[in-house]
C-alpha cells in the first residue's frame, strides 16, 4: 500500500510510529510536511491510497481528484474539520480518527473540571494566597447541585459528560440536531431553551460548516447573566470577540474556554484580560493516558485500512459498505 503522512515535526510521536509499523509490514510511507509539498509531488499523488494528516489539514474536492487511488484518510486526533467528509463519503474514501474512549473521557472530566472550577471561582480564589491578600470576606463559590446544565451537541463526548454530572444532583437537557433516544437523565431541548435556560451551557459540538460561529453574540446575549460557559471542543464555534466582549460586560458570568479561533491564543486577545475566564491552550483535556494511546489507535487505523479491514474509529459509516466493493474491484 502507499501511505502518505502530512504533518509538521509536532506529529513525530503518531507518524514515527506509523511509519515504523506500516514499514514492518511491507506498506511504502513517504512523509511531507504540508500540503502544498504533497501536491507537488504530482507523480506519487496518482498512486496514494492512503493519508494520515490532522485537521489542520485541508483535505478536499480537490485533493481527492488529483488522488484517484485514495481510499482511506486518517487523523490522529478527533476533530475532523480540515476534511471534507461529504466529499470523502461520495468519492469512497472511508475516514478514521482517533476518538478513543481515553479522550473522550478525559475530555468529559476536563468539562467537569471546567464548570466546577469556575462554579467555585477556583482561581479568582487561589489568587489571594499567591498575592498575600487578606481572605476575602465576600463569598463567590457557588453549587453545582440543584443547576440547570445545557450542552451543546450530544456525540461522545456530551454524552460522556452527562454520564458524569448524571450523579451530582444536576437538571441535564442537551440541544441536538436530530431526534434520537436519549438516556433517561437528559432531556432534549431546543438552541434557545437551552441557552436562554441553563446556568451551566457546555460546548460539546464539533465543528463544521453549520456550526461554525453558530454562537454568535446575539446568541450568546440569551443567556443567563450569571451563565457558566464552558468550550472544550472547537473556538471557531463561538467567536472569541463575541465571547471576550459579553463577559466584560457581565461580570457575574465566568467562562471556561480550551480553544480559540485561531489557535495559538492572539497574544491582544481581550479574553487575556478577564478576571471571570479560565483559559488553557488546547489541552485542559490531554492527559498522559489518553496521550499514550492516541498513537496506538491513530497506527492500528491505518494498518486497518491498508489491509482493507474496517478501523474502529470511523467518522463517516455509511460509506463502509461501498468502500468494501472497492476492495473487491481492486482485489480484480
Ligand atoms: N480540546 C481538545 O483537546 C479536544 C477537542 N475535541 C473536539 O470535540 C469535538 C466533539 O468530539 P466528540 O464528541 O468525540 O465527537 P462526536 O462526533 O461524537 O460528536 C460531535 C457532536 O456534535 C454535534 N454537532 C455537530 N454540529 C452541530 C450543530 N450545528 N449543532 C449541534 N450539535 C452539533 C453532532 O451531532 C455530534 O453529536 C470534536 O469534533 C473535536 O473538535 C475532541 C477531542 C479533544
Ligand atoms: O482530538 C482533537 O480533536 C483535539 O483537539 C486534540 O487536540 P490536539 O489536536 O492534539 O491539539
Redesign the pocket.
Known amino acids: 500500500m502507499n501511505v502518505a503522512l502530512v504533518g509538521t515535526s509536532s506529529f513525530d510521536r503518531f507518524f514515527n510510529l506509523a511509519h515504523d509499523q506500516l514499514q514492518r509490514r511491507g506498506h511504502s510511507v513517504a512523509r511531507f510536511l504540508t500540503r502544498k509539498d504533497l501536491l507537488a509531488a504530482v507523480d506519487a499523488l496518482q498512486s496514494l491510497e492512503i493519508l494520515g494528516a490532522?485537521?489542520?489539514f485541508t483535505a478536499d474536492r480537490e485533493l481527492f481528484a488529483k488522488m484517484p487511488r485514495l481510499r482511506a484518510l486518517v487523523?490522529?486526533?478527533?476533530?475532523?474539520e480540515g476534511f471534507d467528509v461529504s466529499a470523502a463519503t461520495a468519492n469512497g474514501i472511508l475516514v478514521a480518527?482517533?476518538?478513543i474512549t481515553e479522550?473522550s473521557v478525559s475530555?468529559a472530566e476536563a468539562a467537569v473540571l471546567f464548570t466546577l472550577a469556575s462554579l467555585y471561582d477556583l482561581h479568582g480564589t487561589e489568587r489571594y494566597l499567591r498575592e498575600n491578600l487578606p481572605r476575602p470576606s465576600q463569598v463567590r463559590a457557588r453549587m453545582l447541585m440543584g443547576k440547570k446544565v445545557g450542552l451543546i451537541g450530544f456525540g461522545k463526548i456530551g454524552q460522556a459528560i452527562a454520564e458524569r454530572l448524571s450523579a451530582w444532583g444536576v437538571r441535564l437537557v442537551a440541544s441536538v440536531r436530530t431526534t434520537r433516544p436519549m438516556p433517561a437523565y437528559v432531556a432534549a431541548q431546543s438552541l434557545d431553551e437551552v441557552l436562554a435556560t441553563s446556568d451551566v451551557v457546555i460546548m460539546a459540538a464539533a465543528l463544521n460548516p453549520e456550526s461554525r460561529g453558530m454562537l454568535d453574540l446575539d446568541a450568546l446575549r440569551r443567556m443567563k447573566p450569571d451563565v457558566v460557559f464552558v468550550n472544550i471542543?472547537?473556538g471557531g464555534i463561538v467567536p472569541d470577540d463575541a465571547l471576550a466582549a459579553l463577559a466584560a460586560e457581565r461580570p457575574a458570568m465566568r467562562i471556561a474556554l480550551d480553544?480559540f479561533d485561531p489557535e495559538p491564543l492572539k497574544e491582544n486577545s481581550p479574553l487575556r484580560d478577564l478576571p471571570n475566564a479560565i483559559l488553557t491552550p488546547?489541552?485542559v483535556g490531554?492527559t498522559v493516558e489518553s496521550q499514550k494511546r492516541?498513537p496506538e489507535a491513530f497506527c492500528e487505523n491505518l494498518l486497518a485500512v491498508a489491509e482493507w479491514r474496517v478501523p474502529e474509529y470511523v467518522v463517516n459509516p455509511s460509506v463502509i459498505e461501498t468502500w468494501l466493493r472497492k476492495q473487491d474491484s481492486a482485489q480484480l
Open positions: 490532522s485537521s489542520s487523523s490522529p486526533f478527533t476533530g475532523v480518527n482517533g476518538q479522550n475530555m471542543t472547537r480553544v488546547h489541552m490531554h492516541l
